[in-house]
T-cell receptor, first 110, second 117 residues
Framework: DAKTTQPTSMDCAEGRAANLPCNHS???????VYWYRQIHSQGPQYIIH???NNETNEMASLIITEDRKSSTLILPHATLRDTAVYYC???????????FGAGTRLFVKA | GAVVSQHPSWVICKSGTSVKIECRSL??????MFWYRQFPKQSLMLMAT?????????EQGVEKDKFLINHASLTLSTLTVTSAHPEDSSFYIC?????????????FGPGTRLLVL
């Protein structure tokens, strides 16, 4: 699986959009970009994933660059409950195992 | 979304005893489940991949005789920490994979906090 690089931490004001970047410059053509988050003392939560098209669901939007070397997770209206560690993972489907890196610690402030 | 449960949510035991943790997929069948361990202020570390009806595959450095994994049905996997010691105290998290092709994803349990005295 391709290595991903994320900032260690980010701050966001409550009510504003949180844009979390991820670099995956060595991603291969059949690897998807997955995002999970872990709120303190809880199990991780699946957020969204995509291959090359932008994706949106009730939680977030995923913007993947045309060359697929980077992506951005967007939380459109961050709340205090969105404070968590966000993990970007590039991996194949079909027999994959999810390996977590350090992630980005997002602090949403009132 | 799909729901994965774990039981117990926390356990305290004496050194030398064995502890069993259950992981259930509540509303879907999972041929593959995963077990992770997380120490304070660290990321999740994959311990093993559990496949229904076959032996688990352990990651390098994880003792298979100490961390026994059984995946007896499509909705249940168990992790038994045998002869637990204080250094086994950790947050244990399971996950279950569902979907096919581009719809594959993993759903995680709430975790089990183990404290070995």
């Amino acid at each position: 699986d391709a290595k991903t690089t994320q900032p260690t931490s980010m701050d966001c004001a409550e009510g504003r959009a949180a844009n979390l970047p991820c670099n995956h410059s060595t991603i291969s053509g059949n690897e998807y970009v997955y995002w999970y988050r872990q709120i303190h003392s809880q199990g991780p939560q699946y957020i969204i994933h995509g291959l090359k098209n932008n994706e949106t669901n009730e939680m977030a939007s995923l913007i993947i660059t045309e060359d697929r070397k980077s992506s951005t997770l967007i939380l459109p209206h961050a709340t205090l409950r969105d404070t968590a560690v966000y993990y970007c993972i590039a991996q194949n489907t079909g027999g994959f195992k999810t390996i977590f890196g350090a992630g980005t610690r997002l602090f949403v402030k009132a | 979304g799909a729901v994965v449960s774990q039981h117990p949510s926390w356990v305290i035991c004496k050194s030398g005893t064995s502890v069993k943790i259950e992981c259930r997929s509540l509303d879907f069948q999972a041929t593959t489940m995963f077990w992770y361990r997380q120490f304070p202020k660290q990321s999740l570390m994959l311990m093993a991949t559990s496949n229904e009806g076959s032996k688990a595959t352990y990651e390098q450095g994880v003792e298979k005789d100490k961390f026994l994994i059984n995946h007896a049905s499509l909705t249940l996997s168990t992790l038994t920490v045998t002869s637990a010691h204080p250094e086994d105290s950790s947050f244990y998290i399971c996950s279950a994979r569902t979907g096919q092709g581009g719809r594959e994803t993993q759903y995680f349990g709430p975790g089990t906090r183990l404290l070995v005295l």
